[in-house]
């Protein structure tokens, strides 16, 4: 748009400062591909960078100049858009500063980033963002993707401003209100009778025999590097420094690990001042807890479970990133916790009495960890907290419903005193 | 799509074969099928067919007489580390699927 946003390329680099795919399980590298498993052990793709590249690159300056939306961190990203303002723009989602949570749980210093902001209402846009952009480089025309629902919304949306075409395939139990707002994009929703890791497998045979981006599948590598954003951004609202802990709840584990990683490009790259990395605390309901479950038993194996809770965006019985949450909350000092669906639905209605913002369940789960850590003393007071609120309670209504009792009047003052008093 | 060969009967009643589905990292070793045809018995011994058959299949999905930790397989769609792991019986004309433990989320 102006020439200080110009992409300024170092002599020597081109485009991108991704270099390959290397496996996290034998170390094997394979190049930018639409792989995402490795080929000799199966173990996971994950996206490597020319170290030298970013570090030439990413500055705060350059980050401070670009769009406000995620591909201001595209030196960070393993693709971008030739025009990073273009698409449907994700991320820059506030930091808010909590004080009336904080004094209701006795902490002094809480913040919530609150990714109901995004345009799908849910972090997926950002995972999505970048998931869709590099398939367009790699040159499919159709997305796809298993979702619990937010990611199908993220993916229709995301493909219409796009032209793609989209097939989302979800849980047949999923909230009405997911389906519908991936419905309203055009895309083609298959509900599957089954669980999400039953999607998910369906998911999985489809992909290795069609050409078409299934995000959290064959691009999932690349998905995956969206949620580092959000380790960026609160950085960068924060002044370019870290937090001491997050609460970040885990599904699959992804957008856990990739948050923790990318406070770890913050300070490789010298964007922040060198300190520890935030104590990191996943989040998961009782009801489908293999990590927590793992961790509160020293395992360091997930053993699969069959969800049954109504935070159905967390409902991964069987998370792909399972052993490498546990290993980020060893490295970190942190932990995996599980709450209970009552706790769940307490979350949500402390969080938005005390901040202003409606919650989906997983968000619940979130409050309602971080309700727990401060009650068990496991917080220190003073220390700076950043809540991860990744979707909206718009769209998990009947999971808030029961908290909610209008009351129902005649239309006299009358009527109205005598039921409220007031 | 698929090259299903069947195989012999094992025993003198004829019996549905078992189908193997080959996931996209390991059909160079089965000439690009993505699926193929194994008598039935334990997931284990399914696995000791396919290494007969296509050589190297077995290093690449077990290390040290188990599963690799990122290979997930499933009988008839259920996750056999929800029945007896690689001991869990397959049973004629039951299909088996190999895929990476690394999707979704």
Redesign the interface.
């Known amino acids: 748009m102006t020439a200080a946003t110009t992409t300024q390329t170092p002599a020597g680099t081109s485009g991108c400062t991704a270099a390959g795919l290397r496996c996290k399980?034998c170390g094997d590298t394979v190049p930018l591909t639409a792989a995402?498993?490795?080929?000799?052990?199966?173990?996971?793709?994950e996206v490597v960078y020319d170290d030298q590249a970013v570090a030439a690159r990413a500055t705060r300056e350059r980050i401070a100049a670009g769009p406000p939306n995620l591909w201001r961190y595209r030196d960070l990203l393993p693709c971008a858009p030739e025009d990073p303002w273009s698409g449907l723009p994700t991320g820059l989602t506030p930091l808010i500063r909590a004080p009336r949570l904080g004094e209701r749980l006795g902490l002094r210093d809480v913040w919530v980033k609150n990714e109901t902001a995004n345009p799908t209402h849910s972090f997926k846009d950002r995972v999505v963002s970048v998931a869709l952009q590099k398939a367009r480089e790699l040159g499919f025309e159709v997305a796809a993707c298993?979702s619990t629902g937010n990611l199908a919304g993220a993916v229709a949306a995301h493909a219409a401003a796009a032209g793609m075409k989209a097939f989302v395939f979800v849980p047949a139990d999923l909230e009405p209100g997911k389906i519908v707002s991936a419905g309203i994009y055009g895309a083609t929703i298959i509900a599957v009778d089954g669980t999400?890791?039953?999607v998910?497998?369906l998911?999985?045979?489809l992909a290795?025999?069609r050409p078409w981006a299934?995000v959290?599948?064959n691009v999932?590598p690349y998905y995956?590097e969206g949620s580092k954003t959000l380790a960026y951004e609160v950085a960068e609202q924060l002044g370019w420094t870290l937090p001491d802990r997050c609460v970040v709840p885990v599904?699959?584990?992804?957008?856990y690990t990739k948050i923790h990683r990318g406070f770890g490009d913050l300070l490789g790259t010298g964007l922040v001042d060198a300190g520890p990395v935030p104590v990191m605390n996943g989040a998961q309901a009782a009801g489908c807890s293999p990590v927590a479950g793992a961790w509160s038993a020293g395992r360091d194996?997930v053993?699969?479970v069959?969800p049954d809770t109504i935070a159905k965006s967390l409902a991964?019985g069987?998370?792909?990133?399972g052993?490498f949450a546990l290993d980020v909350a060893r490295a970190t000092g942190g932990a995996i916790d599980a709450v209970s669906e009552q706790e769940i639905v307490d979350g949500i209605a402390l969080l938005a009495e005390t901040t202003g913002i409606f919650t989906e369940t997983a968000g619940g789960v979130s409050t309602a960890v971080l309700a727990k850590l401060a009650r068990e003393g496991r917080i220190d007071p003073d220390e700076r907290v950043v809540l991860y609120i990744t979707g909206d309670g718009l769209k998990t209504l009947d999971a808030a419903a029961p908290l909610v009792r209008p009351h129902v009047i005649e239309p006299t003052v009358d009527a109205f005193v005598a039921a409220v008093g007031a | 799509?698929s090259t299903l060969t069947p195989t012999a009967p094992r025993q003198e009643t004829p019996s549905m074969p078992v189908t193997v589905?080959i996931?996209?990292?390991l059909r160079p070793l089965t000439g690009g099928a993505?699926s193929v045809a194994c008598g039935a018995g334990t997931v284990r011994e399914v696995i000791d067919q396919l290494e007969a058959a296509h050589p190297g299949f077995q290093e690449?999905?077990m290390?040290d007489g188990a599963l690799?930790?990122?290979?997930?397989v499933?009988v008839a769609?259920q996750?056999v580390?929800?029945a007896e792991g690689i001991d869990t019986v397959v049973a004629d004309g039951q299909e088996v699927?190999i895929?990476?433990?690394?999707?979704?989320?």
């Open positions: 399980e995402y498993a490795c080929e000799l052990c199966f173990g996971p793709l298993a999400y890791d039953d998910n497998r998911c999985m045979e290795a025999d299934f959290n599948v999932r995956s599904a699959s584990g992804s957008l194996f053993a699969p069959r991964i069987n998370p792909a990133d052993v | 799509m589905r996931p996209s990292p993505s690449r999905i290390k690799r930790r990122f290979v997930n499933f769609g996750d580390r929800f699927t895929l990476p433990a690394v999707a979704g989320g």
